[in-house]
């Protein structure tokens, strides 16, 4: 942009500069970025909330028809007007809980390992691609993985295919989730920390425990939120495991179960019978919502953790 | 900070609003959303629903539904119960596992609420329907007590059943029809015989993709219909291989007329380029969704869907049967098919839970749910021989 425009009349150069320097000037190139991120931003919001009004009214006739408190509470059976989910809700809260108590430790122990204790040699090397592939195995895999593992070798621990079965293939699917982003966060601690720990004299582990622990604990808790909402939406590993979606006669942990996932995806292909009020579509909505629900807050548990040690962090 | 968090807000707030006007928007006078309970008025809406409450002479333990697993609601449309004269079954507790045809499947659960409800919740069923080959293989190698089947056992697993010892007794229990079907607007085509539907749907018919292509072969093959086929797209849609509908399809339109081409066994399926699908509501929409159309469906959901689809009359060499309740029954209707349960005699005798559920099968409530499936009642003389089957077990 030309400065040196001749004066005309009677405006001095100096309040031309000024006039030049602190006008608007039109940045076209910037204005159209805004406008395409703007719009990114609206088709994203836009699918999201079609997607949450299809789901949302979609159960509306379900939850209408069987009432909120027996759509939770009943067991599933023949008919949507009269179907439950709570074998379901059941199935799916004991895998969540399964990955909390089994793939979280295990996956922050060996993260904790690889970063802090291992040599950098080339067999941790190959256990580190190794594991950062595992993580990209379909979850089907996984399925076969659980059904010849833990339903049949390890029939004596989890009883054949029960939530236990699941919880545990479901505890192995994330293991690798858990153990990346764990290890990701325990790296983006500052060596400087562990130099000063050790500058006074604590051991590994005193420095691991008091001092690089606490500062990657928000990072390992969004993985942990991660993996728990992908252990929850998985139904791929349960067909193989032999979920059932017809009737449960009872709901127990050593007995047979189902899960959330699992009667959306089979209630969504089913007929409903002659003279039912509402479909099998409907209740597979209303049991995607339960199960939007139930991943809310399992995440909104892990947020408030993360929140906890971050203000922890900076308070320090 | 402070303007992403206001920003933040903003973006809460609007999926918030877009939440809020989701669940306002439609206005669907079926979903009052005030009908927040169990409303006494929408229960009794199942076809022969008569309103009596659960059984009151049947169970011996008593009569409330309700036990910790089994929360079947009292006076569901389930709550099927004409009070029968004489035939009271008499109710073990204990476990039931089922599993097979995904067909049969609706037929089993609703015995099994029944069974839930009529035992206090005593007698817990468990059924499960990944199909009748996974069912019977399952049941051969004595992991479920009864296989629900949509067809009679085959060689291999009489042979697989007999290998581990398992004796059985088979059971008819309903009556399945399969209707081919197309779009209602479709009005060149009301009836096609066997060798029509091989012209179509069968192995030689791959990359057809107008009616009019398939015109030479039903020719060829001895098709009566050949001229009827109109100058339109062929789009087909129907269930996948893994669909007891689709081994009965082949096994009543493909199976004859491949063998008389000559073709090898293993050639003996659908063409391969049609859209399959195992979700029934999706074929249903494939077939709504074109105006010459073609598929195929189980009968029971054909009757559910009638106004989308136009079922096609089958010509077996005795004129043109329309697929419906008194043709499938009386068999005329060439593409109908038995459905069966089969029970593992030494878990029948050793677990009476087993028994009692089968008992309660096929005594008149149980064998209501035939109907309430949206299956077809076995005629009154079959019923006897199938009670008799049982009780001579």
Excluded at chain 1, 80 to 106: H, R, W
Excluded at chain 1, 171 to 195: F, K, N, Y
Excluded at chain 2, 34 to 49: I, L, S
Excluded at chain 2, 193 to 220: R, V
């Amino acid at each position: 942009m030309a400065l040196a425009t001749p004066a005309t009349g009677a405006t001095s150069a100096a309040a031309v500069v000024r006039q030049q320097l602190t006008r608007r000037s039109t940045d076209v190139a910037g204005i159209v970025m805004l406008v395409t991120l703007l719009f990114t931003l609206l088709v994203t919001l836009a699918v999201l909330a079609t997607l949450l009004g299809q789901v949302v009214s979609g159960a509306r006739p379900a939850f209408a028809e069987v009432g909120v408190g027996d759509f939770l509470s009943r067991t599933i059976g023949s008919s949507p007007d009269t179907s439950g989910i709570f074998p379901g809700l059941y199935g799916s809260f004991f895998i969540g809980l399964g990955v909390i108590l089994v793939a979280v430790p295990l996956g922050i122990g060996a993260a904790v390992y690889l970063e802090e204790y291992a040599t950098n040699s080339w067999f941790n090397r190959f256990i580190q691609v190794n594991i950062r592939n595992l993580a990209g195995v379909p979850a089907v895999v996984y399925g076969v993985l659980g059904l010849l593992i833990f339903t049949e070798y390890l029939d004596v621990l989890t009883g054949g295919s029960t939530v236990i079965a699941a919880a545990l293939t479901m505890a192995v699917l994330v293991l690798p989730i858990v153990i990346i982003t764990s290890m990701e966060a325990i790296r983006a601690v500052p060596s400087g920390l562990r130099d000063a720990g050790y500058g006074v004299g604590a051991s590994r582990w005193e420095v691991t425990r008091d001092h690089v622990l606490p500062y990657a604990a928000p990072g390992i808790l969004t993985g942990t939120v991660l993996s728990i909402a992908r252990a929850l939406g998985e139904a791929a590993p349960l067909i193989i495991l032999g979920a059932i979606t017809g009737l449960l006669g009872d709901t127990s942990m050593r007995g047979a179960f189902t899960a959330l996932p699992m009667l959306i995806f089979a209630w969504s292909g089913r007929s409903a019978p002659p003279g039912s009020e509402t479909t099998w579509a409907n209740s597979a909505a209303a049991a995607g919502l339960t199960l939007l629900v139930l991943v809310l807050f399992f995440n909104a548990a892990a947020i408030v953790l993360r929140n906890r040690f971050e203000k922890k962090r900076t308070g320090t | 900070m402070n303007s992403t968090s206001s920003k933040r807000r903003l973006l809460i707030g609007a999926m918030a609003a877009s939440l809020v006007f989701a669940a306002c928007g439609d206005d669907d006078p079926a979903s009052d959303s005030t009908g927040g309970g169990e409303d006494p008025g929408t229960t009794a809406e199942g076809p022969g629903t008569t309103a009596a409450g659960p059984a009151t002479t049947a169970a011996g333990t008593g009569t409330t539904a309700g036990g910790p697993g089994t929360t079947m609601g009292p006076d569901t449309t389930t709550g099927e119960s004409t009070p029968t004269s004489g035939g009271a079954v008499e109710l073990a507790g204990g476990e039931v596992f089922v599993s097979g045809s995904s067909t049969v499947e609706p037929i089993s659960i609703r015995v099994g609420e029944l069974a839930g409800e009529m035992s206090g919740g005593d007698l817990k069923v468990t059924v499960e329907g990944p199909g009748t080959g996974d069912g019977f293989a399952k049941f051969c190698a004595g992991e479920t007590d009864i296989s629900d089947a949509s067809r009679p056992i085959d060689e291999e697993e009489i042979a697989a059943c007999e290998e581990s010892g398992i004796e059985y007794v088979e059971l008819e229990v309903a009556i399945d029809g399969l209707t081919v079907a197309t779009n209602p607007a479709n009005e060149a085509i009301t009836c096609l015989d066997i060798p029509g539907l091989y012209a179509l749907f069968g192995p030689e018919s791959e990359g057809f993709e107008n009616w009019s292509d398939a015109s030479e072969l039903a020719t060829e093959v001895g098709s009566a219909y050949a001229e009827d086929f109109p100058d339109a797209p062929l789009d087909i849609s129907g269930p996948g291989e893994e669909s007891g509908t689709y081994d009965t399809f082949v096994e009543f339109a493909i199976e004859g007329v491949a063998e008389e081409q000559g073709l090898p066994e293993e050639e003996w399926v659908t063409r391969a380029d049609y859209s399959a699908s195992a979700n029934d509501n999706l074929i249903v929409q494939g077939i709504e969704g074109s105006e010459s159309s073609l598929g195929w469906v189980g009968y029971a959901f054909y009757v559910n869907e009638q106004e989308a689809m136009k079922g096609i009359e089958i010509d077996a060499g005795e004129g043109c049967v329309a697929p419906t309740t008194e043709t499938i029954s009386d068999g005329t209707y060439p593409f109908s098919r038995s459905l069966y349960i089969y029970v593992n005699k030494a878990k029948a005798e050793e677990n009476p839970a087993v028994a009692s559920y089968v008992d309660l099968y096929l005594s008149e409530e149980g064998l209501a749910t035939v109907a309430e499936a949206g299956y077809v009642d076995l005629p009154a003389e079959r019923v006897t021989a199938t009670q008799e089957a049982w009780a001579g077990r």
